[in-house]
């Protein structure tokens, strides 16, 4: 098994989401993760002006020419927002002010600060104009993701039809509360079909017994598993950065923004996730090596 993470924000102490993250501090998150039995992830970053984004981007991009470690370590890019949908809850621990609609100019700027490797694009499907962005993107060979969104069943059918084929952590990126049964977590639940679903197994962003829930309906062949690690991964409650706002770790590991009853990416490590999915859900090694291993390449094009 090699744990492929395709959602990694951060790990010990360095914020790929800064725009004054030092080599160093990169090269040791790439070694500690190594550690921790991950051959590979994608380094993703989220909203922030599209200005700032290309800067965070082209850094962590010239950090994998200069190291080869970290170029062994991050396959490529998660980029998440600024397309997203701005309405509180639904844009989680993302700065609203920085939202903007989906557009083909500002994709291609995004690409182009990556060097040809953005392999995932998060979005909201009702921010996106015509889906003219998921388009562009999926003919760019990028894999589509929905999230911190809440289209309507029609407009999630749309952007599949236009190239959308996964959507970002289900059961987060949305408000505390919701309506029973028509909200987006049961809409993409009844087209799980034609789409790749993520989860972030930690107990705290879905419980573990809904995560049963929602992976019998999704499958195994059509999931996912994600740590969504921030920079505070592995250093234990405290106040920490991310994208450079305040995140508290509670003594349970759980991150929010001071105040926020919504999450703000997890501490949860790929061993942690394996012996989550183990002991709570009953996994085989077998299914694990898919969730964490098999799916997550070839969803992004890199199996």
Not at 25 to 51: F, N, P, Y
Request: aromatic letters at 4%; glycine letters at 8%; charged letters at 20%.
């Amino acid at each position: 098994m090699r744990p492929f993470d395709i959602q990694v924000n951060g790990y010990i102490g360095a914020d790929f989401c800064s725009p004054d993250l030092p080599l160093e501090k990169c090269r040791q998150a790439c070694d500690e993760l190594a550690a921790d039995g991950v051959d590979s992830i994608l380094a993703t970053v989220i909203t922030d002006t599209v200005e700032a984004l290309c800067t965070k981007l082209s850094r962590l991009a010239a950090f994998r020419e200069a190291d080869p470690v970290i170029a062994r370590m991050i396959a490529g890019f998660h980029i998440e927002g600024p397309f997203l949908n701005a309405a509180p809850g639904y844009i989680g621990a993302h700065p609203p002010d920085c939202v903007c609609p989906a557009n083909v100019d500002d994709a291609k700027r995004l690409l182009d600060a990556t060097r040809g490797l953005t392999r995932l694009v998060t979005l909201a499907p009702e921010n996106d104009p015509g889906l003219a962005t998921t388009a562009y993107l999926a003919s760019q060979c990028i894999t589509v993701s929905a999230g911190h969104c809440d289209p309507t069943l029609d407009q999630l059918r749309a952007a599949i039809d236009a190239g959308l084929s996964m959507v970002t952590h289900l059961g987060n990126g949305c408000p505390v509360t919701l309506p029973r049964h028509d909200n987006f977590i049961q809409r993409a639940l009844s087209l799980s079909d034609r789409l790749w679903i993520c989860y972030i197994p930690d107990g705290a962003h879905v419980p573990f017994f809904a995560l049963k829930n929602y992976l019998a309906v999704s499958g195994v062949e059509r999931s996912i598993m994600v740590t969504d690690a921030i920079s505070a991964a592995k250093l234990g409650p405290g106040v920490y950065d991310l994208s450079g706002a305040p995140v508290e770790i509670d003594a349970h590991g759980v991150a929010r923004r001071p105040g926020s009853p919504n999450l703000a990416g997890s501490t949860v490590t790929m061993p942690q996730v394996r012996e989550n999915l183990a002991r709570h859900l009953g996994l085989a090694e077998a299914d694990i090596a898919r969730l964490v291993d098999e799916n997550p390449r070839r969803a992004v094009g890199l199996a």
